[in-house]
């Protein structure tokens, strides 16, 4: 079925909202042939993720998909037959007021964040009647079972995945600039935010016993790794060595090529939502970095991923993945993070055959643009 759809996206702060929002509207309008608009406060940021974005544009056509910048005040657009507010970022007025005048009202949609936490699938799907306009939202939740909304994944992801894995992975390299690793060493991404376990974790790098490599696209957490290396600053193609570690800093990626980069690295630190996510289809091991919000509330997040994540593990490769990831999320753990690390390079194989079969078994929850596509559908009917 063809319907109009028009996906808000406000930016907070990050790459999560936009990275979201875009991975949704290239789904619907790129596997599901919908037509898609995506309203954008902040094309700057979303530039970032998706060079071919031309940030001063009003309007664009981009992979398919219609971007417009979201500027206030908002011009006046006819709403679609599907309005998509991503994380709760409040319609403009004007374009609310138009949908409770459309007959039949358009199907308004909140997409929440993503969480493993139980209570998830009691809450997805619910509507919210509008207090003064004759309009239902409601709650569409991402998640890791079949009752919640399921997660953001192409349909041919796991193909591209195993033909980059099949022979472009040299190429990767080359393109970034490295050779490809030595059977020795372990290549590792980083992702994150500030962190105080990072000097710590650099320390257990520079003192393992293989080489250890780690790839740090531009961003936030650039001057604590200059700040641990005694250097002034780091700009991408800076690499440096201590010990066992050799940093190299990447320029910020393409979201596709960032993909390539989790495929390629024997493990991945991630943050937030989407990164986490891809990092799961990547079929690799992971550490996840919840973003941090009061009250660490983010901890009730990372110890419900953690439980799901680690169900089928031994014990001790259990324990490993629990110690590095509560250490990365500053949660109380006994051990030190030297320690920690130990454990995990101790079960790093089994830890590895572990992320395969997860990545099989995260299918489970099914592809969130179908979801999204069936359920829209069934409020139309
Ligand atoms: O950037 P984030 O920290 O975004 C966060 C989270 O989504 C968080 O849940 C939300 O509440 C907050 O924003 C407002 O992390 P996330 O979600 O992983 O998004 C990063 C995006 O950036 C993702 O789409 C991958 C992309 N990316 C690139 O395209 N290139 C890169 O080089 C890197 C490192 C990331």
Request: aromatic residues 10%.
């Amino acid at each position: 079925m063809r319907t109009t759809w028009d996906i808000f996206c406000n930016v907070v702060d990050n790459y999560g909202d936009i990275g979201i929002a875009w991975r949704l509207a290239r789904g619907l309008a790129g596997e599901h042939g919908q037509p898609v608009r995506l309203w954008v406060d902040d094309l700057n940021t979303f530039q970032r993720i998706w060079p071919a974005v031309d940030a001063a544009a009003a309007e664009q056509s981009c992979e398919g998909v219609t971007v417009c910048a979201w500027r206030t005040p908002f011009a006046a657009a006819a709403p679609a037959q599907v309005v998509i507010e991503a994380f709760g970022c409040a319609l403009p007025e004007t374009y609310l007021a138009a949908m409770g005048e459309a007959s039949p009202p358009p199907v308004w949609i909140n997409l929440e964040y993503l969480s493993a936490e139980p209570w998830v699938a009691e809450h997805h799907g619910l509507p919210s009647p509008h207090p003064r306009l004759p309009l239902t939202k409601y709650f569409f939740f991402p998640g890791y079972t079949p009752a919640t909304g399921g997660l953001l994944a192409e349909a041919d992801l796991a193909a591209r995945r195993a033909a980059f894995a099949a022979g472009g992975m040299p190429a990767f390299w080359r393109r970034i600039g490295l050779d490809a690793p030595h059977p020795d060493e372990l290549r590792v991404s980083l992702f994150a935010y500030e962190n105080p376990a990072l000097p710590a974790l650099l320390d257990a790098w520079a003192a393992d016993p293989r080489p250890v490599t780690c790839l740090v696209p531009e961003g936030r957490v650039i001057p604590q790794l200059a700040a641990w290396l005694s250097v002034p600053t780091l700009q991408a193609g800076a690499s440096h060595r201590r010990g066992a570690l050799q940093l190299h800093i990447l320029p910020f990626l393409d979201q596709d090529a960032y993909d390539h980069l989790l495929w390629a690295c024997d493990l991945n630190f991630v943050r937030g939502e989407d990164s986490c996510v891809r990092a799961q289809w990547a079929a690799r091991p992971l550490v996840w970095q919840a973003y941090p919000q009061a009250d660490a509330v983010h901890w009730d997040k990372t110890h419900a991923l953690l439980m799901h994540y680690t169900e089928g593990l031994d014990d001790a490769a259990a324990r490993a993945v629990v110690g590095m990831w509560r250490h990365w999320n500053g949660m109380p753990e006994a051990d030190d993070l030297a320690a920690c690390w130990t454990a995990w390079r101790a079960q790093q194989a089994a830890i590895e055959a572990h992320a395969a079969g997860w990545c099989d078994r995260l299918g489970h929850a099914g592809r969130l643009t179908d979801k999204l596509v069936d359920f829209v559908e069934n409020k139309l009917k």
